[in-house]
């Protein structure tokens, strides 16, 4: 959430409902979100105080995690979308949180918080990086992922499991395994019950999942990682009814660069959107809603680019356009609302929002329109020029999330339009406006807020592992594709690309028949 930036006691209504995701969190600037409990005003003078910022840091771990729990659990946004079990989380955590105080452990203090927080499934739950915990946090990423195997699981939707990449000269490739071997176990269990068996929680590089599919490829991504030193033995299944062989691996380090960028991470030299044409079609990249040099100011600069790039694409007669959201991190929400309205003709709903009232504690519908400053029953995009009219595809992945998923979501549902990719959004779409400080420079971000259609039904955040934005036309997981993904070739764009080649295509013909006497 932008709001998220602005150390002051009232939040305009130009930025109440805008969000920031993790940018903050990804860049590890470690922001607060204010000193005291934000009051959101509106024209007219309609008003709700927001969850104050806590500051437990000086107080022990344990009493600290305590009031900790305490507070989330009440002001989380989504404990009964999701079904929480708090009292159960507590039961779980509370003795890891006991036995690090009593050793005045600072990593096994971390590695407990981590353990919370993922358990509860949901994107905009986290732990940022900052000065203080990156030492505990580099201690865990190498304790449990410091060294390689050298090999790049994928799974097929075939349930099949393949070494899609093979690093030369790593253990993998000096075993004799190459790029495209099928996998059957490792260890002594069945690959996808080993799959299953990697425990996210107790891995600091492991990105935050609120999807099942997403928790998936992060288990694939990260079994292949141990502590250097440790060894597995895997099963090769052989080719053609062949028999399979079993080789041994130990992990081994691929240096601190590897390391450092295991978690994922935004990169603040990263150009927020650019754009070209790839033959008859345009494409806009859009990697972040927010200016990363100033995340609480209006990304001026993003919205006339975007625009700049549509009223070129208009005039040059493209016959559609690709919208890569891949990866996008979010923001503020008034530009996905103002993109989107570039894309449709008409009017529509987009979304309404629900907060905690700290006054109350309870929860309540209150939606500021951040163009006029109004309490409104419900966000609306409107068109906003230039409208371009042609077929979209939005590109997506379990790594666009919070405003991205709103853009991807409009598109998805505009006439024309699709999402298109191997697997959906994040499913994190909750407006993260808590904050809990706590010993040893911790600090606990978490939604206080959640995006509602007209009905009051939670938009996009996941629900019993499945949620966010799935793919209209999704991008099958072969032997085929997963290998052209190793290979570097993006497969989505060329799938993007035909489709919008069958959509253009259909288009002409549908208006070449409309000229037909009849």
């Not at 805008?18 to 990804?26: E, I, N, P």
Request: charged share 25%; glycine share 12%; net charge neutral.
């Amino acid at each position: 959430m932008v709001d998220g930036v602005s150390i002051m006691p009232v939040i305009s209504s130009k930025r109440f409902v805008s969000r920031w995701c993790l940018v903050a969190a990804a860049l590890a600037l470690g922001l607060a979100w204010g000193g005291v409990a934000a009051r959101a005003e509106a024209s007219g003078g309609a008003s709700l105080r927001r969850t104050a910022p806590a500051d437990f840091s000086g107080l022990g771990e344990v009493e600290a995690f305590r009031r900790m729990h305490e507070k989330i659990a009440a002001e989380y946004a989504f404990t009964e979308w999701k079904g929480v079990d708090w009292p159960g989380l507590r039961a779980r955590i509370l003795p890891l949180i006991e036995a690090a105080a009593a050793a005045h452990d600072a990593v096994a203090y971390r590695a407990a918080l981590q353990a919370y927080v993922a358990g509860l499934d949901d994107g905009h739950v986290n732990l940022p990086r900052n000065d203080a915990v990156a030492p505990a946090i580099d201690a865990l990423t190498a304790a449990a992922s410091g060294g390689t195997f050298g090999i790049g699981l994928v799974e097929l939707d075939d349930g099949r499991v393949i070494a899609a990449t093979v690093v030369p000269g790593g253990p993998a490739a000096r075993a004799g395994m190459r790029p495209g071997d099928v996998v059957s176990h490792w260890g002594d269990r069945p690959i996808g019950e080993a799959l299953g068996a990697v425990d996210l929680g107790r891995l600091a590089a492991a990105a935050r999942v609120a999807t099942d599919a997403h928790r998936r490829l992060e288990q694939a991504r990260l079994m292949t990682r141990a502590a250097i030193g440790t060894a597995v033995e895997i099963d090769l299944a052989g080719a053609e009814g062949a028999p399979g062989r079993r080789v041994r691996l130990v992990a081994e380090s691929d240096g601190p660069a590897a390391l450092r960028d295991l978690a994922p991470r935004l990169d603040p030299g990263e150009v927020p959107i650019t754009s070209r044409r790839i033959g008859r079609f345009g494409y806009i990249r859009l990697t972040v809603l927010a200016d990363l040099a100033v995340l609480g100011a209006w990304p001026e600069a993003i919205w006339t680019a975007h625009r700049r790039a549509l009223a070129g694409f208009r005039a040059e007669g493209v016959d559609g356009l690709v919208l890569d959201l891949r990866g996008n991190h979010g923001g503020w929400d008034l530009l996905a609302m103002r993109i989107c309205g570039t894309l449709r003709r008409t009017p529509v709903f987009y979304e309404a929002t629900v907060f905690y009232d700290a006054d109350t504690g309870r929860f309540r519908r209150f939606t500021v329109d951040d163009r006029t400053g109004a309490v409104v029953d419900g966000l609306t995009v409107r068109p906003e020029r230039p409208v371009f009219t042609g077929p979209v595809v939005a590109l997506v992945d379990p790594m666009t999330i919070s405003s991205g998923e709103g853009l991807a979501r409009c598109v998805r549902e505009r006439p024309g339009g699709a999402t298109l990719g191997f697997h959906g959004t994040r499913g994190s779409f909750g407006l993260a406006g808590g904050e809990i400080r706590l010993p040893g420079g911790n600090v606990l971000h978490y939604p206080d807020g959640r995006a509602v259609d007209r009905d009051g039904t939670v938009l996009i955040d996941s629900r019993h592992g499945v949620g966010g934005v799935a793919p209209t036309v999704r991008v099958p997981v072969t032997f085929e594709t997963a290998m052209a993904k190793a290979r570097g070739e993006d497969v989505e764009l060329a799938a993007a690309l035909a489709y919008l080649d069958r959509a253009s295509a259909g288009r002409a013909k549908a208006r070449t028949g409309s000229q037909r006497p009849r």
